[in-house]
């Protein structure tokens, strides 16, 4: 029914910059909050960033604020993750998720996992020194 498919992760080195992009096939992807999460290995899911259903309030973690912009197109129906100033320590495999009810909030930016509903494959992002 609906499906995410992120791309654009890659092998970058420290300081440089990577935009991952999550397409959505949802009828009603303008209506959709969205995330993005990540895991690096021996370490739980972390939120990263999202949007709020209406797609004006975001929110970023603290250790990625200032260098990543979350953001998404309607007509286009993608999300996307713009990354700067990369770190070693952003090597993880990047998810993003939806919350495709069409109802709740319209302006709750989510943050916790089990807000979601839908999720994609997830894609690598490596940084190297």
């Known amino acids: 029914q609906v499906q995410l498919v992120e791309s654009g992760g890659g092998l970058v080195q420290a300081g440089g910059s990577l935009r991952l992009s999550c397409a959505a096939s949802?009828?009603?992807?303008?209506?959709?909050?969205m995330g993005w999460f990540r895991q690096a290995p021996g370490k739980e899911r972390e939120f990263v960033a999202a949007?709020?259903?209406?797609?004006?309030?975001?929110d970023h973690a603290d250790s990625v604020k200032g260098r990543f912009t979350v953001s998404k197109d309607n007509t286009k129906k993608t999300l996307y993750l713009q990354m700067n100033s990369l770190k070693p320590e952003d090597t993880a495999v990047y998810s993003c998720?939806?919350?495709?009810?069409?109802?709740?909030?319209?302006?709750?930016?989510?943050?916790?996992?089990?807000?979601?509903?839908?999720w994609g494959q997830g894609t690598q992002v490596t940084v190297s020194s």
């Open positions: 949802g009828r009603t992807f303008s209506n959709y909050a």
């Open positions: 949007i709020s259903r209406n797609g004006v309030n975001t």
């Open positions: 998720a939806a919350y495709t009810a069409g109802y709740g909030s319209t302006s709750h930016v989510r943050k916790m996992q089990y807000e979601y509903n839908w």
